[in-house]
């Protein structure tokens, strides 16, 4: 992996990482809120050391004076100092303040410390502290007090401030590893890179994430940049490939699992293609979960199934929709058999007497891996679309489906990528503002809702 793919993993998984951050700096804030106030008191004592003879035996004095104040630190906190200490003090074992020594650098100086809640014990402690090494006997050195301690005014604790701080460090990179375990253990396809190299397929087109606001009052796909684009690229490429074939087209649209939006990118893609004045049949093949007949507006009580069963004929089912050029045919009621139905000698005459009246046959059917009612249609049709959802389908799915498609000898046209992640170039978001005078009324078209 690259430093930009490390980056791409921070950003995908920021959600993970900030809500770290935050936790850490707000149990840090809470620990020093529950902790004890400590305050701190200093007195600081001279040692003085011997200096004499030549230059060279004045460099031995330097070591000699620094294993001297090495000494005193190791005295001031030793076992027998700390008894005396706790017996001058009057108190229990259970109250000793804490206790630290250490020699000023370059001076002959050894700072003696002591921290407690109580100011006044801090105070009295690091004095008689003091006084304790001053008054030691056997001691070479004679130590002169040269700044007692005084009454310690606020805690001498790390500021507010500092905590913060580190909460936030510390909260960071707990959560970059976070989300470094999480997207290593999380199969979901994170990436349109992902998606183009696990099915070895072109991308056909890239569909951004659609909001609430992203759909016009009428449910159909706003006029705006990006969405409206994708649609129109989408089917520009579908009609380029389209010269491939003699005659008409017959399109199959599926994806690995349901709720990957396969029917609404049908629905919209029909719609774009016979906008460009092409004419398309849309077919609604889910008959276990059909969704078209909702997009446009119509009962499904007959269509598909009724067709191939024989209950109804083609003039029956074969609905106008109020997009100009484009019919539908609606999945019908569900028969206990979807699958032979779809696989039928029926059904491909279906196909073939549609493609001697339009341009395009394009057709929605289930989940490729949840049944087989995808399978038998892919045998029949002249090109295959995959839908895949980013973020949402597994890389397992993907290979799978693409195996499969690869195994039924179908002709994988190649891969819409939907709930892309897209971010619009800053020099073409004016440009792509939908204007007020953009179409005249004679050029407005209505569109069915969506639900």
Excluded at 156 to 180: K, P, Q, R, W, Y
Excluded at 322 to 340: F, K, R, Y
Excluded at 408 to 413: G, H, I, P, Q, T
């Amino acid at each position: 992996m690259n430093l930009s793919q490390y980056l791409q993993i921070l950003w995908r998984r920021r959600k993970i990482i900030i809500a770290t951050a935050l936790a850490a700096t707000i149990t840090v804030i809470i620990g020093r809120l529950m902790k004890p106030q400590t305050y701190t008191a200093s007195a600081t004592i001279r040692i003085p050391t011997l200096i004499s003879g030549s230059e060279d035996y004045f460099d031995y004095e330097l070591s000699y004076s620094d294993r001297i104040m090495n000494t005193y630190v190791a005295i001031a906190t030793s076992s027998p100092v700390l008894v005396e200490l706790q017996d001058r003090l009057a108190i229990p074992k259970s109250e000793m303040p804490s206790v630290s020594a250490k020699a000023i650098n370059d001076t002959e100086l050894l700072e003696l410390t002591v921290q407690s809640t109580n100011p006044e014990l801090a105070q009295n402690a690091a004095n008689t502290l003091a006084d304790i090494m001053v008054s030691q006997r056997g001691l070479r050195n004679r130590l002169y007090i040269v700044q007692p301690a005084g009454l310690p005014r606020a805690p001498g604790l790390i500021d507010t401030a500092m905590v913060v701080v580190i909460g936030v460090v510390v909260g960071l990179f707990g959560g970059a590893g976070l989300a470094f375990l999480y997207d290593g253990i999380d199969t979901r396809v994170q990436t349109e890179d992902e998606i183009a190299a696990l099915t070895e397929l072109p991308i056909l087109a890239t569909l951004p994430v659609a909001h609430d606001e992203t759909w016009s009052s009428s449910g159909y796909l706003a006029d705006t940049y990006p969405h409206r684009e994708s649609f129109i690229r989408l089917g520009t490429n579908i009609l380029m490939r389209k010269e491939e074939f003699d005659g008409a087209m017959c399109l199959l649209v599926t994806s690995a699992n349901p709720q990957e939006g396969k029917s609404t990118i049908s629905a919209n893609l029909a719609i774009t293609i016979a906008q460009a004045g092409q004419r398309v049949v849309l077919i609604d093949a889910d008959m276990r979960r059909p969704a078209l007949h909702n997009f446009f507006g119509y009962s499904s009580d007959n269509g598909l199934s009724t067709l191939l069963t024989g209950q109804t004929g083609l003039d029956d089912v074969l609905q106008s929709t109020s997009v100009a050029n484009l019919d539908l045919i609606t999945s019908g009621q569900t028969p206990h058999n979807p699958n032979l139905l779809l696989g039928s000698e029926a059904m491909s005459e279906l196909l073939a007497t549609l493609k001697s009246q339009v341009d395009i046959v394009m057709i929605d059917t289930p989940a490729y891996l949840a049944v087989a009612d995808a399978t038998s249609l892919a045998m029949l049709v002249d090109g295959v679309i995959l839908v895949a959802s980013r973020g949402d389908v597994r890389r397992k799915d993907v290979l799978e489906v693409r195996e499969q498609l690869a195994a039924a000898r179908s002709n994988l046209l190649g891969v819409v990528i939907n709930r892309a992640e897209y971010d619009v170039p800053r020099p073409y978001r004016k440009y792509y503002q939908p204007s007020d005078n953009s179409l005249g009324e004679e050029e407005t078209v209505s569109h069915p809702p969506f639900l």
